[in-house]
């Protein structure tokens, strides 16, 4: 039996770091785990990144992808060794839909009214706008369930997402075709848990809901790794 590789994808306003809890069970469990860098300059760029990174790995993958690395694994699960998918507190497109498009089903949460923009040179002369929490703001709406300590730090180290990616559609939907699972954040104030739920309940996910913040990895580590091992378990051969 092959055991999968766990590829941890994060999104926006963090990094691979925010991983880290998750990353020891995995690793303590004995799988092969990457957690790369996402540029989070653009959605089909950032997919292309990760796909990127699939091919490098011999052998069968699980994609976990975390708010917008959700989008990111839809698109770059295509790749033929990848074998499951897994979201948490994640965005599952469809083909053909953007970020803006699903958030813009449901009301609001309180990340609304927190975002702060800010202009980055894009290249070629060309100005791009990049997204950020609010620092005050970010532990109570990402993290409120967090180690404040640990909060406080992520709160001034985020890694910003460019606001063309809310925009950009989605090229395909990989849990069309791969098995896939879904984990909610029953109490998230960054991404409305329904966002979350009609995304899985449309894929036909596995669902698990925790009573967690947007940063599940860091405030429930065991329960996330246990459905991450759970894919692979039922994708493994």
Do not use: C
């Not at 993958?61 to 699960?77: E, M, N, P, R």
């Not at 609001?108 to 060309?126: C, E, K, M």
């Amino acid at each position: 039996m092959t055991a999968p590789t766990v590829v941890l994808v994060h999104g926006a306003f963090a990094d691979a770091a925010s991983f880290a809890p998750v990353v020891t069970e995995l690793l303590d469990a004995g799988l092969p785990v990457r957690a790369p860098a996402v540029p989070n300059r653009s959605l089909l760029g950032d997919a292309g990144y990760i796909a990127s990174v699939v091919r490098q790995i011999s052998g069968p993958v699980v994609l976990v992808g975390h708010s917008y690395g959700g989008a990111v694994i839809t698109v770059a699960g295509t790749e033929p060794n990848v074998v499951g998918l897994v979201y948490l507190a994640g965005y599952a497109l469809d083909e053909g839909e953007s970020l803006g498009e699903l958030q813009g089903r449901f009301p609001d949460s309180d990340l609304a009214t927190a975002l702060v923009y800010t202009p980055f040179p894009a290249g070629d002369g060309q100005e791009g706008t990049d997204v950020s929490v609010d620092v005050e703001r970010f532990p109570a709406i990402f993290a409120h369930d967090v180690d404040p300590a640990t909060a406080r730090v992520l709160a001034v180290s985020q890694r910003p997402l460019a606001g063309a990616a809310f925009g950009e559609k989605a090229t395909a939907a990989a849990w069309r075709t791969k098995p896939s699972w879904g984990i909610v954040a029953a109490a998230d104030h960054t991404i409305n848990p329904e966002v979350e739920r009609f995304g899985y309940s449309r894929a036909d996910m596995t669902v698990t809901e925790l009573d967690s913040s947007h940063l599940m990895m860091l405030s429930h580590p065991r329960e996330v790794a246990a459905v991450i091992r759970e894919a692979v378990d039922r994708t493994a051969g």
